[in-house]
């Protein structure tokens, strides 16, 4: 559970906060008695908004699909020739 702090105390310890937050205890911080911010520590905050991943890991689904879905992701309809006027 985040530590909470209400922003004058924040800014009065803030060596404090981020010692705390670099142990990997998320710290909660208040404006006039509603929650404002969350500071984490940096392994944290990249793994859940995927700062330290390429396109191709963010994009790649995080277990390999079944034979069948991945064959129907990329299976071709066959469709009849049409006709063509060429008037």
Same mark, same amino acid.
């Given at each position: 559970?985040?530590?909470?702090?209400?922003?004058?105390?924040?800014?009065? !310890?803030?060596?404090? $906060?981020?010692?705390?937050?670099?142990?990997?205890?998320?710290?909660?911080?208040? !404006? !006039?008695?509603r929650?404002?911010?969350?500071?984490?520590?940096?392994?944290?905050?990249?793994?859940?908004?995927?700062?330290? $991943?390429?396109?191709?890991?963010? $994009?790649?689904?995080?277990?390999?699909?079944?034979?069948?879905?991945?064959?129907?992701?990329?299976?071709?309809?066959?469709?009849?020739?049409?006709?063509?006027?060429?008037?």
């Amino acid at each position: 559970m985040a530590k909470t702090w209400q922003l004058q105390e924040a800014k009065a !310890r803030f060596s404090q $906060l981020v010692e705390e937050a670099m142990r990997g205890q998320p710290q909660l911080v208040t !404006r !006039r008695g509603r929650k404002a911010v969350v500071v984490l520590d940096w392994e944290t905050y990249a793994r859940l908004t995927g700062a330290d $991943l390429s396109l191709w890991q963010a $994009l790649r689904p995080p277990k390999p699909l079944p034979n069948e879905e991945a064959e129907a992701l990329f299976a071709r309809v066959e469709a009849e020739p049409r006709e063509v006027s060429l008037l």
